[in-house]
């Protein structure tokens, strides 16, 4: 199961991407556009092990960090397609299937080192310092960045299988997770081995270290920096870590807490049996598809059908407000609760405090947002609603404007205290973040036809903007908040969804 | 109201063809699609919906050329995908009413035809319910009900009568004849019961091209003294369908009866008998090497 599993998502377009961006990250690793670092400026020899230091914290921070979303949906796919109703048919138990769905999630990111170790190998061959050593090169790789992969794959299954985190805000929580725990072990002043499930702070210290035995002035700790050259470097020698038993035993932990997550699974796994599901019911929708499949015995009145007045005009309006319904259909009391509770924060705060509360705000809106430009492909509603008039120039609009308003209203509280304030460059920067908004979701949503893609990057980036990266906040955090660049970003993006949908509609079959 | 199709034909890879120069006239009428599985009627009625651009030829609505302006059609087309999804929170209703936006229908009118509609299709009281609380039969009208939410000329429908109960069917077949007076049905299936209660014109594709178009009272006249009937031991019926297309059999006490076609009479006791529709169609698709 597993190998059949591995090769259905290997013939994906998205590991194509994935494998697309891996290759991108061991160029510029080779390259040194990628740098590994001693405070202020101190690197490695490029030998053996410094390279394999290298590959390994790219790997276990870049695949750590993204590639639960790669791996993430095998067992969704199983409830999706009813390939699950098959399986759940056979004598394959849920331990079983779980182990074959995490060794394939395993193999896939396998796949993702090895193609980093040929660009380790690499750049050894070209820029490379001193002989080759491929057990100083692999060790880290095998030690560090296969445990650190093998957790990732486990809680991908282990998401899956848990109903409330199988979506999108499973998505969510990963992300806050993986930051939680890297920042707890980066963070502790003693190394905590059995926390560092990456690996970098055992890679970090051991750099570290081998840096102020050559420059005792170095500062303690250790960088890593993405296209950003360090100014006359100074040299030192790495010689890699030594694989005693009090390294390697915290590693063979994480294999077998890896192995215990994915068994974890197992026991929250369903067996695609959908009536265990919580679905939620209302008053009077208590039946389920069984039940409901059940002819009624009451005689049915006949109905003529009337004819509709030939002469129609179409109505923007009508179509505006279903839209906004649709967005805001099936979220329960609790949501409207908490949006209303958020925007009253951002009435309640002031200054930098309300432009924090108003990223929260829209970072909460994130699973609503994510499903634009893509649900006709989630819901598999493509070919009755694209074959409606002017799917481009009448349903795109609509469905902005509507998303459109919602992040404006859910973002009322900090309009009205800039207006009273006078805070002019926020009130920009809100104007900008309400056209940007929507426009990245749906850009996204209609080039990959996909939510995930939207949720990585919204979380990512607002995970970013709460920590005051100017060129990217366009909440507003900052007073160098670029609006005017995210206006202008939020008219390009429009206009990119509206092409690749046409595009879509007009050279690709649509039903493939 | 005239559909035209000319020299159609739709090339999935370099090697295969999912329909091939491909030619039809047609008005006002139910008009069946028949043919076996992977024949090339949804990827005909896909290019016709406006869903998938042909590689070859051209179709024509009332003389405009719809690959070029598909939303000349869309204004009055109504369609009903063979495989389809819907959005699990919404009500019947709440869908119909979203459809009926997209499709530029708002206000009482739309309100009174999806009122109707759900009528029609039986899903009155359950208008109400979450999609995700729906059968597959329940999702299968809720999708009839969209395909004729704006009142379409063209109707094409595919695969109608899958996951639907025989009452079910009865009537969507009944629904299908009052509907067809003033406009043009598209209806493919494979089952040929389907067919032959409600088509005025039926197609015969197979392997991506079209084999006969005619009335079926036309098209029964084909396979005329070439059906055959007898009883024979039920330990005779593998051998005789190496040899024979049988279109039929029926469990008898003194054996199994069963139906041939066949330009000869395979054995001296079958007798002649009046071809049935479901005879012309294997008929037609045996002379294309498929056997039963």
């Known amino acids: 199961m597993a190998r059949a599993d591995f090769l259905e998502r290997a013939r994906r377009y998205s590991f194509l991407i994935m494998l697309g961006l891996v290759v991108w990250l061991g160029y510029v690793t080779a390259t040194g556009s990628l740098v590994m670092s001693v405070p202020p400026n101190y690197v490695g020899e490029i030998n053996s092990p410094w390279v394999g230091a290298l590959m390994t914290v790219s790997v276990s921070l870049f695949l750590g960090w993204f590639g639960f979303y790669l791996v993430k949906g095998s067992v969704s796919r199983d409830y999706e397609t009813g390939v699950g109703q098959i399986i759940a048919t056979t004598p394959l138990s849920r331990p079983l299937y779980v182990l074959g769905k995490w060794l394939s999630n395993f193999a896939v990111l396998g796949v993702m080192i090895l193609i980093l170790m040929i660009a380790g190998i690499a750049m050894l061959l070209l820029v490379g310092e001193g002989p080759f050593d491929a057990w100083a090169l692999i060790s880290p790789l095998l030690f560090i960045a296969l445990p650190c992969m093998a957790i990732v794959a486990a809680l991908a299954v282990l998401f899956e299988t848990i109903g409330w985190l199988r979506g999108g805000l499973g998505n969510v929580v990963y992300f806050f997770l993986f930051t939680l725990v890297l920042s707890l072990s980066l963070s502790a002043k003693a190394p905590r081995p059995l926390l560092d499930f990456t690996g970098i702070r055992l890679v970090g210290d051991g750099v570290g270290h081998a840096a102020q035995v050559a420059y005792p002035g170095s500062d303690p700790g250790f960088a890593f920096q993405i296209l950003n050259e360090i100014a006359t470097p100074q040299r030192f020698r790495y010689d890699g870590i030594d694989w005693t038993a009090g390294v390697l035993l915290p590693r063979i932990f994480f294999m077998l807490v890896a192995f215990g997550l994915a068994m974890l699974a197992a026991v929250f796994f369903d067996r695609f049996n959908t009536s265990k599901s919580t679905v939620r019911r209302r008053k009077g929708a208590a039946l389920s598809a069984t039940e409901a499949a059940v002819p009624e015995a009451a005689p049915r009145p006949e109905v003529r059908l009337t004819p509709l007045v030939a002469t129609r005009r179409f109505s923007f309006l009508a179509l505006y407000i279903v839209e906004l319904k649709m967005l805001l259909k099936g979220r329960r009391w609790w949501w409207y609760a908490i949006t209303a509770g958020l925007v009253l924060l951002q009435l309640a705060a002031s200054g930098d405090s309300t432009a924090a509360m108003l990223a929260i705000t829209w970072l909460w809106m994130i699973l609503l947002l994510s499903g634009l430009g893509n649900r006709e492909s989630q819901h598999n509603t493509r070919e009755m609603v694209f074959s409606a008039p002017r799917p481009v120039l009448n349903q795109l609009p609509a469905l902005w404007l509507a998303a459109l308003t919602v992040i404006a209203l859910t973002g009322s509280g900090a309009f009205v205290r800039y207006l009273l304030g006078g805070d002019t460059p926020r009130l920009l920067a809100w104007f900008g973040s309400v056209l940007f908004i929507p426009a990245l979701a749906s850009a996204l949503g209609v080039l990959t036809l996909s939510r995930k893609p939207f949720e990585v990057v919204y979380v990512t980036w607002m995970y970013l903007i709460l920590n005051g990266v100017p060129p990217l906040d366009f909440v507003g955090m900052t007073p160098a908040s670029p609006w005017l660049f995210y206006m202008l970003l939020a008219i390009g993006l429009f206009a990119l969804a509206a092409f690749a949908r046409k595009w879509q509609l007009r050279d690709r079959n649509l039903s493939t | ?292």
């Not at chain 2, 139910?30 to 998938?52: E, F």
């Not at chain 2, 009413?97 to 708002?106: F, H, N, P, R």
């Open chain 2, 1 to 292: 109201m005239r559909l035209t199709i000319e020299h159609l034909s739709k090339q999935y890879r370099r090697d295969f063809w999912g329909l091939r120069e491909f030619d039809l006239d047609v008005g006002p009428g139910v008009i069946g699609l028949l043919g076996p599985n992977g024949a090339g009627k949804s990827t005909l009625m896909r290019m016709l919906a406006t869903i998938t651009q042909p590689t070859e030829g051209t179709i024509t609505w009332d003389g405009v050329d719809i690959v070029r302006s598909p939303d000349t059609l869309r204004a009055s087309l109504g369609y009903l995908p063979q495989d389809f999804g819907v959005y699990q929170n919404l009500t019947g209703r709440e869908f119909l009413e979203y459809l009926a936006a997209i499709k530029g229908l708002g206000g009482t009118s739309a309100r009174r035809r999806i009122d109707e509609l759900l009528i029609v299709v039986n899903l009155g009281d359950a208008a109400r319910r979450p999609l995700g609380s729906y059968s597959g039969g329940m999702k299968q009208r809720v999708g009839i009900a969209q395909a004729l939410l704006n009142d379409p000329q063209l109707l094409i429908v595919d695969e109608p009568t899958v996951g639907l109960d025989p009452e079910e069917r009865v009537r969507f077949r009944n629904l299908l004849s009052d509907l067809s007076r003033a406009r043009i049905i598209l209806f493919s299936t494979h089952i040929v019961s389907d067919v032959e209660a409600t088509a005025t014109e039926i197609v015969v594709i197979h392997k991506g091209r079209k084999l006969r178009h005619a009335p079926p009272e036309k098209l029964l006249q084909l396979p005329e003294g070439q059906v055959w009937q007898w009883v024979i031991p039920s330990e005779a019926l593998p051998a005789l369908k190496q040899q024979h297309i049988i279109s039929g059999t029926v469990r008898r006490q003194d054996g199994i009866q069963v139906r041939v076609v066949s330009a000869d009479s395979p054995s001296p006791e079958a007798q002649p008998v009046p071809p049935s529709l479901e005879d012309v169609y294997l008929h037609l698709v045996s002379g294309n090497g498929v056997k039963q």
